[in-house]
């Protein structure tokens, strides 16, 4: 019998071509290709601690489809709910090089793709309830109008069922008609989470506030029971209502790719959390996570194993 779903996550897959030399994308001439995508990248992460994860999503049934779904089985991913759709196109992402710690030049070809098709009704509501948890972001949920459906039932149904939801705002203000639009959407979806994870740029954007404690206060004014706050080289700051305080961020050798790292962050809150660790020690595991991820150029290379983990006390 197989074991029960800790995380399930619905999101887009991209194949990622990564510039092996720094400089204009237009101007490279080889790529390496890599796995990308804000949900996938968190539940590569989670299954990686030894979570059993599941993902539900569309493909193409093209090449880069049929990479991407080889990829997650190789971590160790339920893929049993990804469609892989013979008439849809899978999404593709180039990314540049960059050697100055900015974030590098992305470019996504995404419109339209298989993804972006999901409808409410793909959602299998028995697998989605066999988990304990699940993990939302603000991306999946702005590629189309019917994704931002998926992303809202889905959730619902999670908090119906008693079991916990984390919600990742990820803002791509280019797939939003305004940025209006996009704080009225975001925080629709953050008022059903259990666990907001924002940036603090995020943050100010999404409610006016400046400080981390005030960003976290409007979030559990709506009904969050948990904020952490990613504040990038300072750390975090977190507030559940009974704890307040900051986690202070780890040492980086050097900026390779920021790409990630909040994923990263989000993979070391949830995992600790479902193990039951106190919530300081879940918020500095994802400091941890979201550091090493920086120092590395793809979106997963710096997610850690679980023998990782524990060689460095996480």
């Known amino acids: 019998m197989s074991r ?21 994308l237009e101007q490279a001439q080889a790529f390496h290709k890599r796995t990308a995508g804000a949900e996938t990248n968190v539940a590569i992460g989670l299954s ?6 599941g993902w539900a999503s569309r493909l193409g049934a093209d090449s880069m489809g049929r990479y991407l779904l080889a990829e997650m089985r ?16 899978t999404a593709l992402q180039f990314k540049g090089r960059v050697t100055d710690g900015s974030d590098p030049p992305i470019e996504y070809h995404r419109k339209g793709s298989a993804a972006s098709q999901m409808q409410v009704s793909d959602i299998d509501e028995p697998w989605l309830r066999s988990a304990r948890h ?26 119906e069922a008693g079991r916990t939801v984390s ?6 203000p280019t797939l939003w008609a305004s940025t209006e639009s996009m704080r009225e959407g975001v925080n629709a979806l953050a008022f059903g989470a259990d666990w907001v994870f924002p940036g603090i740029e995020e943050g100010r954007l999404l409610t006016g506030r400046h400080t981390p404690e005030d960003i976290a206060g409007f979030y ?6 948990l904020v952490a706050i990613k504040l990038g080289a300072e750390g975090a700051y977190f507030d559940n209502g009974d ?60 997610l850690p194993t679980r023998g990782e983990l524990e060689q460095a006390g996480r």
């Open 48 to 53: 990686r601690l030894g979570l059993n994860v």
């Open 243 to 302: 704890e307040q305080g900051y986690v202070p961020g780890f040492p980086v050798k050097t900026v390779v790719d920021t790409v990630g790292a909040g994923d990263g962050f989000a993979v070391g809150v949830i995992s600790a959390l479902l193990e039951g660790r106190p919530l300081r020690q879940a918020v500095e595991r994802g400091a941890w996570i979201g550091a090493r991820a920086v120092q590395v150029l793809g979106d997963t290379e710096g």
């Open 74 to 89: 190789r971590e160790g991913i339920d893929c049993s709910h990804v469609v892989s759709d013979p008439g849809q196109r």
């Open 134 to 159: 699940l993990h939302s972001t603000g991306v999946f949920a702005a590629i189309s109008g019917n994704c931002y459906e998926v992303v809202r039932k889905t959730m619902a149904l999670m908090r």
């Open 4 to 24: 029960p779903l800790d995380v399930v996550t619905f999101g887009e897959a991209m194949m990622m071509l990564v510039a092996d030399q720094p400089g204009p």
């Open 220 to 225: 559990r004014g709506h009904g969050a029971r």
């Open 167 to 172: 919600f990742d705002p990820n803002l791509r």
